[in-house]
């Protein structure tokens, strides 16, 4: 079967870094995205990997080892406004995107 | 109107009843997507159209139906409603073509309990 696992929740500190990690077992690989969802809001889209490697947006990056079917989305300077939850998807051989449950990250002062 | 939007936010039903939760999205874009999610899971595909005129089936499509008429709207009934189809449900719309890097754009939601 086709697994996305990721932590449930995380705790982190206003202007800290965090790293929410996501491994995966699909059949096939088609790329790897990261979305952002407020509480009681729709997932908005964070980032997307296909490539090993790093990719940086301002704050955020997201890094991919396709080999270890492993993926992680660093936050830099959090804010408050950062406390929503974090899902991973993978876009599986036929182009259908399976989906995490998703990891709350909650921001303290 | 500009991306997505859904009707109703909410909505309470009773068993057995009819619903059609509406979708309609004005980005041209040519695939189209119901998903529901639940506390504790992640988002499930229900049904999709990857064109006007076509439909599939998703990971969880019993108790659902879609059609899809025209490039902009994505209707998605439940023909006789059941407690476990108490869920908020996302539309969601991408350009399509099978490309990895098709990104999907998501509605606000319907929350719907059906009691």
């Known amino acids: 079967g086709q697994n996305i696992d990721q932590p449930t929740e995380m705790t982190a500190t206003e202007g800290a870094i965090v790293q929410i990690n996501c491994t995966y077992q699909?059949?096939?690989?088609?790329?790897l995205f990261w979305y952002q969802q407020h509480a009681g809001e729709a997932p908005t889209f964070l980032s997307y990997?296909?490539l090993d490697g790093l990719e940086e947006k301002g704050r955020f990056s997201s890094f991919l080892s396709r080999s270890k079917g492993y993926s992680y989305l660093l936050l830099k300077e959090l804010q408050m406004k950062d406390s929503a939850s974090y899902l991973c998807?993978?876009?599986?051989?036929?182009?259908?995107?399976?989906w995490g449950a998703g990891t709350k990250l909650i921001i303290k002062p | 109107i500009a991306g997505i939007t859904q009707a109703p936010t909410s909505q309470i039903l009773a068993a057995g009843r009819r619903m059609t939760l509406r979708c309609t999205q004005d980005?041209?874009?040519?695939?189209m997507y119901w998903y529901r999610q639940d506390l504790g899971l992640g988002l499930r595909l229900i049904h999709y159209?990857?064109?006007?005129?076509?439909?599939g089936k998703g990971e969880v499509p019993d108790g659902y139906s879609v059609s899809r008429a025209n490039t902009d709207d994505f209707p998605l009934t439940l023909a006789s409603a059941v407690p476990s189809q108490t869920s908020v449900y996302f539309c969601?719309?991408?350009?399509?073509?099978?490309?990895?890097?098709?990104?999907?754009?998501f509605g606000p939601g319907t929350r719907l309990t059906v009691l």
């Open positions: 969601a719309s991408s350009d399509g073509g099978g490309s990895g890097t098709d990104t999907q754009y």
């Open positions: 980005m041209r874009h040519n695939a």
């Open positions: 159209s990857n064109t006007a005129g076509t439909t």
């Open positions: 699909t059949s096939g690989f088609n790329g």
């Open positions: 990997n296909v």
């Open positions: 998807a993978v876009k599986d051989s036929n182009y259908q995107l399976i």
